[in-house]
Each structure stands twice: as C-alpha cells, then as structure tokens.
C-alpha cells in the first residue's frame, strides 16, 4: 500500500491551533474578569483533555 508524504503545514496545524487557543486563553484569563474567566478556563481544560486522548490513543502505521 502507498502512503502520502507528510506535509509541514498537515504535521504543525493542530499544534498552531493548540497553541494559539492557549495563549488566546491565558491572555482572556488574565486581562478580562466574569464569565470570561470560565471561558477560558473551559478552553484549556478542553485543550487538556485533547491532548490527554491524542497522547494516549494507539498509533496507526
């Protein structure tokens, strides 16, 4: 069976966007008070938990 090659913008997507959602969240948490506080809160536990699944699911060939 043929694979495709892995392409730079495929492999880093998810981790940019994880990446951009944390520090997007941080910063809300920090400057913003009120509900914007368990929005943020509910962001990164919800980036947590991806990366939970994503590390602990078995790897496909």
């Known amino acids: 069976m043929k694979t495709r090659p ?3 913008s495929r492999i880093w997507a998810i981790p940019a966007i994880l990446a951009a ?3 997007l969240s941080l910063v809300i948490a920090l400057v ?9 809160s509910a ?5 947590l ?5 994503a590390g602990c699911r078995p790897r496909t060939k």
Do not use: Q
């Open 32 to 40: 913003v008070d009120g509900v914007w506080d368990s929005l943020a």
């Open 49 to 53: 938990i991806y990366m939970t699944y």
């Open 6 to 8: 892995l392409v730079r």
């Open 21 to 23: 959602l944390t520090l």
């Open 43 to 47: 962001v990164l536990s919800g980036i």
